[in-house]
């Protein structure tokens, strides 16, 4: 199958900083990207839509100045948590469709990001 | 209430048994993923169905369209088998591609 690598798979940071995930997808083009965040034995909650070449659609409650997203071509999109705070701690991830096809195809999924922020 | 629903949350089975999750939604969908997510939290991706039944391996997939309801069986399972089981709602397009909402998850334990 298609792969989507995700890096880091961790990171710790401290407080104010700021952290950028990066989302590829090695094998396919992907004109859609989509970032998901975890809690602790929770589902997964869509953050924002990423598509390539334009502004990022955010969820309602996802401060789009906190989670800035960037998709410069078709098979990188980056996550940025800006100045973190320690609940922004969470596991994020990414997952990929392809491009060209149907748009109801298979999502390829990143392998996560654990982010702790001291 | 959730427009996807799983069941059970948690499943303890003994290797060797024959495995069944299940998954409900409220909304019409245009596709139902069933994704694994291992204890380092990776996901990987199943199935993805819209009707019938899927087979790979010793999963299987199926949905009732008209239910709305789908499985997930796992025949002859094994220890390696034991993840979190999520199934997930594909909405019906709407111009892009479309959002997946997830289940809560099946926590599968499979001991020896």
């Known amino acids: 199958g298609a792969v989507v690598s995700q890096h880091p798979s961790r990171v710790i940071c401290k407080s104010g900083t700021s952290v950028k995930i990066e989302c590829r997808s090695l094998?396919?083009?992907?004109?859609?990207m989509f970032w998901y965040r975890q809690f602790p034995k929770k589902s997964l909650m869509l953050m924002a839509t990423?598509?390539?070449?334009?502004?990022?659609?955010?969820e309602q409650g996802v401060e789009k100045d906190k989670f800035l997203i960037n998709h410069a071509s078709l098979t990188l999109s980056t996550l940025t948590v800006t100045s973190a705070h320690p609940e922004d701690s969470s596991f994020y991830i990414c997952?990929?469709?392809?491009?060209?096809?149907?748009?109801?195809?298979?999502?390829?999924f990143g392998q996560g990001t654990r982010l702790t922020v001291v | 209430k959730n427009e996807v629903e799983q069941s059970p949350q948690n499943l303890t089975a003994q290797e060797g048994e024959f495995i069944t999750i299940n998954c409900s939604y409220s909304?019409?969908?245009?596709?139902l993923h069933w994704l694994q997510q291992h204890p380092g939290g990776g996901i990987v991706s199943l199935f993805m169905?819209?009707?019938g039944k899927k087979k790979h391996g010793r999963l299987i997939a199926t949905i009732n369209i008209q239910e709305k309801h789908s499985s997930l069986h796992i025949t002859a399972s094994h220890p390696r088998d034991s993840a979190v089981y999520i199934c997930?709602?594909?909405?019906?397009?709407?111009?892009?591609?479309?959002?997946?909402?997830f289940g809560t998850g099946t926590r599968l334990q499979v001991t020896l």
């Open positions: 997952s990929a469709r392809r491009a060209g096809g149907a748009l109801n195809t298979e999502a390829f």
């Open positions: 094998d396919f083009q992907a004109t859609t």
């Open positions: 990423s598509n390539e070449g334009s502004k990022a659609t955010y």
């Open positions: 909304v019409g969908i245009s596709a």
């Open positions: 169905l819209s009707s």
């Open positions: 997930a709602a594909q909405a019906i397009n709407t111009g892009t591609a479309s959002k997946l909402t």
